[in-house]
């Protein structure tokens, strides 16, 4: 279920000059499936009655390095959002900026890669790598002790400052092996209960109505197209 952190009053704010500024929305990825997915969700996300241009960061010409150090998904959401945002404003974009930071929390393994999923035996080491290490580690573990879920937080950092986020799950199970060719990252070894498939097994249309990713991305588009006026995070 998703859970909305930092939530506050949302109400439309006038001012058509800084609604037309804001239909640009540049997400602080580079992960091209990843963007897929997230045009797949945001499609026909409308603000102020204005239809929204999402973007990747190098669609949007940045280029930048940041550094993940929070504590949480939602630390890190919010870190990755305002770097990408004050740098957008350096360039002279004014621009929404969206930041996820998602990952897989495995019970048995204390909760293991959690924060640390995409850098999980090293950022440079392959998913496949990623996944056949976390299958060692479970074998001989059985069904009922293999509870796991994807957790993703998603931050959007506005131009005026202000910080929204969400964050959002998905339960499973971890499987006994990589099943499927679809997804990307650790979805050939989490099983859907409500599937009994793992999440790289599901269509595009399943996986996003389920996924962690697409429950937070949902939740906070229609704070998006509803206007906002907040506290900042």
């Given at each position: ?54 973007l990747s960061m190098k669609e949007a010409g940045l280029d930048i390095s940041i550094v993940e150090d929070g504590k949480s998904f939602t630390e890190n959401a ?156």
């Amino acid at each position: 279920v998703s859970r909305p952190e930092a939530r506050a009053r949302v109400v439309p704010k006038a001012g058509a000059e800084r609604m037309m500024r804001m239909r640009k929305i540049i997400f602080a990825t580079g992960n091209a499936g990843k963007m897929k997915e997230i045009r797949m969700i945001l499609d026909g996300l409308a603000i102020d009655g204005m239809p929204a241009e999402i973007l990747s960061m190098k669609e949007a010409g940045l280029d930048i390095s940041i550094v993940e150090d929070g504590k949480s998904f939602t630390e890190n959401a919010v870190i990755k959002a305002r770097a990408v945002a004050e740098a957008a404003k350096k360039a002279g974009e004014a621009a929404i900026v969206l930041a996820d930071d998602s990952g897989l929390e495995i019970d048995y393994l204390n909760k293991e890669p959690g924060i640390y999923s995409a850098r999980y035996l090293g950022e440079e080491t392959s998913y496949h790598e990623k996944n056949g290490n976390l299958l060692e580690r479970l074998s001989g573990v059985p069904d009922e002790e293999r509870i796991a879920r994807f957790v993703c937080a998603i931050a959007c950092a506005l131009p005026d400052g202000e910080t929204l986020t969400e964050l959002a799950t998905v339960e499973g199970r971890i499987g006994y092996e990589e099943k499927g060719e679809n997804g990307f990252g650790y979805d050939p070894i989490f099983i859907v209960p409500e599937y009994g498939r793992s999440t790289a097994e599901l269509t595009e249309e399943e996986k996003n109505k389920i996924s962690h990713r697409g429950k937070a991305l949902r939740a906070m588009k229609e704070r998006l197209a509803g206007g906002w006026e907040m506290e900042s995070v």
